[in-house]
């Protein structure tokens, strides 16, 4: 006769923490988790793809894409909107999780997991996956020329056209190692101060904005912006990730939004028609007052109203890294085959291909790589058991009840 038997504590404690630190997602577990910055972070996302779908055919950014269907868009008003402080946002949320992390886990687990996540997908992926993304970026930029050079290189080319929106995650992990170094010499020193920052301080942080957004810019490739990049994260770290810090300024989050409303509508009517990627309209001051604003009235409005976890947000958090490293594949393979072969596709039925086919193309080449063990460490940063663990865990858990009842029974005859 087999007796039900009480968990014991060690068994529950081997569980959770099998589940919180091996299985994907498994932090949501962490009742102290902000669920807004996750419901910030999916959101993001969300704009960063409709964003490359209205991109590949602007009128104002001509380099890398499709091109525009006629010479006045108004969809295009879409890019100023967002351009000057979406990924900003992504980097002040990043150095709140950085902080957050850094709570409950040590140095030595920050830097392994940091470097597995973010710098093994931007190095070791592009060799293996996204390759793929850089042919078709050299197609639609013409730059693709099969016959005229060697294999070797034209495979050395498109592994460099293949970053795409990787440039993120690449500057993540250079400034989550400079965070280390920084940490090692402050010993929180700077973060306690932070946590007495008064709201107008953190609004006459605006000037550090502009500053930061005038240096450590490369002149090319315009998108690796280390100066206000990299103060947008350290900021996240050292300022918003306080939540007394964060309370003084969720009083104000109506005032926020309201000037970031205006300072918007007024930086795209000023600017439309001017590349907006570039200076002097990328980082004047009327860029940078809003891209401050902007973040500071979504990470208060987000707090107050959208620090909460439905069946969907939780989905859609957990499928956000895939569909930010996937989506710019399906985006630029569907543009620019109806580009090539079918031109005269009515413009509406274009941005619904385009946009359908980047979500969903995305969410089935996330559940597909990330199934198959070496591509999903190498393309998305996934630990080898992440997707099996709960498998592994309820067998060992089932081992050891059983090995349980045997002993008790032995001591029973």
């Known amino acids: 006769m087999f007796l039900p038997r ?40 969300v704009l960063v793809v409709i964003y490359h779908v209205v991109y590949m055919f602007n009128g104002v950014q001509p380099f890398g894409v499709i091109g525009p269907f006629r010479e006045h868009q108004l ?17 002040v949320v990043s150095g709140m999780s950085a902080r957050y992390y850094l709570q409950s886990h040590t140095t030595k687990q920050f830097l392994k997991d940091k470097t597995r996540k973010l710098l093994v997908p931007s190095t070791i992926g592009l060799f293996v996956f996204q390759w793929l993304l850089g042919i078709y970026n050299l197609k639609i930029g013409g730059g693709l020329n099969i016959a005229g050079l060697p294999m070797p290189i034209l495979y050395l080319i498109t592994v460099l056209s293949g970053v795409g929106p990787l440039w993120y995650i690449q500057m993540l992990w250079l400034f989550s190692m400079l965070l280390l170094v920084v940490r090692k010499i402050e010993k929180d ?16 942080l605006t000037i550090i904005v502009y500053g930061s957004a005038q240096v450590l810019n490369t002149p090319v490739v315009t998108v690796y912006r280390f100066g206000i990049y990299g ?41 439309f028609g001017e590349n907006y990627a570039i200076a002097p309209v990328l980082n004047n001051i009327h860029a940078c007052v809003y891209c401050w604003f902007a973040i500071l009235g979504i990470l208060t409005t987000m707090k107050n109203y959208a620090d909460i976890s439905t069946a969907f947000t939780h989905w859609m958090a957990k499928k956000s890294w895939g569909l930010y490293i996937f989506h710019y594949l399906p985006i630029a393979v569907i543009s620019y085959e109806l580009h090539e072969h079918a031109p005269d596709t009515p413009e509406v039925l274009v941005y619904l291909l385009v946009g359908i086919g980047a979500f969903v193309g995305a969410f089935l080449l996330n559940e597909l790589i990330s199934r198959i063990p070496i591509l999903r460490w190498c393309v998305l940063g996934m630990g080898i058991g992440e997707k099996t663990c709960l498998r592994t865990i309820w067998s060992r858990f089932a081992k050891s009840t059983v090995t349980h009842r045997t002993n008790w029974q032995k001591k029973s005859e």
């Not at 091996?22 to 669920?35: E, F, I, Q, Y």
């Not at 969809?75 to 980097?91: K, R």
């Open 6 to 45: 009480k968990v014991g504590r060690k068994e529950k404690d081997f569980v959770l923490y099998c589940v919180k630190n091996h299985c994907k997602g498994g932090n949501v577990m962490d009742p102290a988790r902000k669920l807004y910055l996750d419901n910030i972070r999916w959101m993001t996302v």
């Open 75 to 91: 969809q295009d008003c879409f890019q100023y909107l967002v351009y000057p402080w979406f990924m900003a946002l992504l980097f």
């Open 189 to 204: 020193r700077v973060w306690n101060f932070c946590s007495k920052a008064p709201v107008w301080s953190v609004l006459m």
């Open 231 to 271: 103060f947008c994260f350290f900021a996240g770290y050292f300022l918003f990730s306080h939540e007394e810090v964060m309370e003084r300024l969720c009083k104000w989050w109506w005032m926020f939004d309201a000037a970031s409303a205006v300072l918007g509508i007024s930086y795209t009517v000023r600017y």
